[in-house]
């Protein structure tokens, strides 16, 4: 299980991290994880989202096929066996048969069955996913399904062959496919849940989304806080060791908070930033204990607009001046 991994990626944004649960207060609580998040949620709705901050959330509540542990490596998550054919265009899963679906409030509602994984598919491209771009071109017949070359989605490369096997063909080989299945865009999603809910589905409500991964969600407040608790009947609930975790809201302003919310017990995990007043003393008091957390990675780029529509900025007044900077 990964569920340690999982939980720090959903509180930790700052340049430095004290992880000092290993020495503890005093009477800390050991089964619960309590820290801060600053990406606010802004839906749950993980087939047709992929921004950071929601799948922080997501991946604590809803598996995959496979999962990377704590090495990166991909390991089985909700399929428990895997092939592929010699010619490397057939991915064939086995579901684990443990695998359920489970409500916010701990009751169960179905088994994760195969086709779940093509009712996700057809679901995330039918309603635009921002992800899409992610699989549109690697699956078989997808992209003919996206523009409208062919309407009939069962010739695409998705099928349930049983409830417990589902095989994607893919339109060239990728080696690196496997990875793809830890895209919340190929999470599995229950048919009669997602009709039931309708426009409802993934909003910021716990009830809105069935539950496959080791948490629950208890409670989310906006610029608040975000509670998980541990579901019980989780097919790997013997490995999954905190069993409460509160999150709450940190917006940056107060740099020393972390820490002092630390120090007080709250906190199970503090954020500094180098640049805060104290940062040299925290350093000096925790220097066994601090990890460094690693630079973000961000690209960015410029769009010339050489079509423009608008000339307010420009000496161009007769239509014959504005078609000529037309491309």
């Known amino acids: 299980m990964t569920t340690k991994k999982r939980i720090l990626s959903a509180g930790l944004t700052f340049a430095a991290a004290l992880l000092l649960a290993a020495c503890g207060q005093s009477g800390s609580d050991t089964k619960t994880y309590s820290s801060t998040f600053s990406g606010n ?43 592929v054919s010699s010619d490397g ?19 169960e509602y179905a088994p994760v069955k195969a086709q779940d994984f093509v009712t996700g598919i057809k679901y995330a491209v039918d309603n635009k996913s921002q992800a ?3 699989i549109q071109n690697s699956i078989k017949g997808l992209n003919d399904y996206i523009t409208g070359v062919d309407s009939d989605f069962s010739k695409v490369g998705v099928k349930a062959i049983d409830d417990q096997t589902v095989e994607y063909t893919l339109a060239r ?14 999470f599995p999603v229950n048919e009669e849940f997602l009709n039931s809910k309708g426009k409802d589905f993934g909003t ?19 610029k608040s806080s975000i509670e998980y608790v541990k579901n019980p009947h989780y097919y790997d609930h013997d490995k999954v060791s905190i069993e409460h975790v509160k999150l709450a809201y940190f917006d940056g302003s107060d740099q020393e908070l972390t820490i002092r919310n630390f120090e007080s017990g709250a906190y199970s ?11 040299a003393k925290i350093k000096e008091k925790y220097k066994d204990n601090i990890v460094y957390s690693l630079q973000d990675k961000t690209s960015w780029y410029f769009n010339f607009n050489v ?7 420009t000496s161009k007044t007769t239509d014959e001046q504005k078609k000529s900077t037309e491309t």
Not at 89 to 107: H, I, N, P, Q, V
């Open 89 to 107: 265009l057939t991915y064939t899963y086995k579901l684990r048969k443990d695998a359920k679906w489970f409500t916010a409030d701990g009751e």
């Open 269 to 279: 995990i503090a954020g500094v930033y180098p640049n805060s007043s104290n940062f």
């Open 173 to 186: 080989p990728e080696p690196y496919w496997n990875s793809k299945t830890t895209n919340s865009i190929l």
């Open 132 to 134: 899409i771009d992610l």
């Open 41 to 83: 949620p802004t839906t749950f709705n993980y087939l047709l989202d992929y921004y950071a901050d929601n799948t922080a959330i997501i991946t604590n509540l809803v598996d995959g096929l496979l999962e990377n542990d704590n090495h990166g490596n991909l390991v089985p998550s909700l399929a428990e066996d895997w092939s």
């Open 307 to 313: 079509n423009r529509k608008a000339y307010n900025h």
């Open 204 to 222: 910021l409500s716990p009830d809105s989304i069935l539950y496959s991964g080791p948490y629950l969600l208890k409670d989310f407040t906006s």
